[in-house]
């Protein structure tokens, strides 16, 4: 009994250690580490909507894009112009005059 306890632990044992092994060979020769992005992405600014509906304003390049993100998916709403982005930062996001900021944003939703 205890031959086949202490072969069952060896056995563990060998095979927990290969794993680590694999790890660190794949992390060492693999896995390139995190270089700076090629494209400078940004959040410029954020509003939540709900607890799980946000909206974020992203600087990506030179672009400023619209974001939409619920829990199942993440769109892109519209690309903002530079005369846009300086009415929202003087309204929209500063939380003061939030049901502007809804007729801005109903304004690049499909009309139903």
Known sequence: ???VL????LTLASVVG????ALYVVRKYFVQPNKKSL???EVVGKLSLTPR???????V???HLLVGMTP???NTLAELQED????????GLTGQTTTTFQDFLQSYLPKK
Request: aromatic content about 8%; hydrophobic content about 45%; charged content about 20%.
């Open 18 to 21: 290969v794993c680590f092994i």
């Open 84 to 91: 846009e982005l300086t009415y929202l930062s003087q309204e």
């Open 72 to 74: 199942q998916s993440l």
């Open 1 to 3: 009994m205890d031959e």
């Open 39 to 41: 494209v400078a992405m």
């Open 61 to 63: 390049g030179t672009k």
């Open 6 to 9: 202490l072969r069952a632990i």
């Open 53 to 59: 509906n946000t909206l974020y304003i992203v600087k």
